[in-house]
C-alpha cells in the first residue's frame, strides 16, 4: 500500500514542535526495523543462493544486527564470518603453499564417488573431515627433478613405504592430488583434488544487497508506524 509521504511529513512537524524526543526515537526505532527487516530478506537470499548444511550461517550469533541507540543513530546489519563477505562481493583462490595451485576437491573427496571421478564431474557434499587440504600429509618432494614417469612411480612407492597416502601425480595432461590405497603389487589412485589451476576468480553472489534493496522499499511503512505510536502516546 503506497505511504502517503506528506502525510509523514505532517507527524514529523508535529512531533518536532511538540515532543522531539519522540521524534528521535521513532527515527531510532525505524532504523532498527530496517536493520531487522534486512538481516530477514538475507536469510530468504542464503536460503535460495546458497547450500546450506547446517543453521550456523543464518544463525543470531554471525548474521548480526547492531542496533541503534540515542548516542548511535545508525544500525548496522552484517556477518562474521570471512567466507560471507567473500561470498558477497567475490574473491580470488589463491595456490597454496604445498601445490602452488589451487586445490579443488572431487567427489571423492566427499565420498560420492570412488576412483578417478574423471569427466569434471560436480560435488554436491562437504568434503569428509579426513579428507579437508589442511589434513593431508604429503611424501617429500625430494623426487621432483625425476621425469615424470619415474617420479610417479617413486611417489607412490614412497607413500605406500611411509604411509603418507597422498601424492600430486600429473596424469592425461592434469595435475591431481590422489590418495594411494592397497600395497606396491596391487595398488589403487583415488583423485582427491585438481591442483591445475593457478588462481580462480569466484563470482560475487551477494545475499546482503539485495536483502537491503528489499527491506528499504519498507521504509515508508516502517517510519509511519513508529511516527504514529509517539503521536498517539502524547494524546
Known sequence: MPIDTTEL???ENTLMRLNKTGLRIAREQTLNDLAFQTRKDAIEVIKKEFVVRNAFTTSGRTLKVDRATRSRQFAEVGH????????????????????????????????????????????????????RRNMLRMPSNKM???????????LIKEAIKTKRRFIELERNGESSIYRVRGSMRRYQLDRMYTTEHRSIRVKP??????????AVKQRDKFYQKRLQYQLDRLK
Open 9 to 11: 511529513k505532517r507527524f
Open 80 to 131: 562474521t564470518e570471512k567466507y560471507m563477505a567473500e561470498q558477497e562481493f567475490g574473491f580470488t583462490n589463491r595456490p597454496d603453499r604445498f601445490t602452488n595451485a589451487v586445490a579443488i576437491p572431487t567427489p571423492v573427496a566427499s565420498g560420492e564417488r570412488k576412483g578417478m571421478a574423471q569427466n569434471k564431474t560436480v560435488r554436491r557434499k562437504p568434503v569428509r573431515k579426513p579428507n
Open 205 to 214: 553472489t551477494p545475499w546482503l544487497m539485495p536483502a537491503q534493496q528489499r
Open 144 to 154: 621432483n627433478e625425476l621425469p615424470r614417469k619415474e617420479r610417479n612411480a617413486a
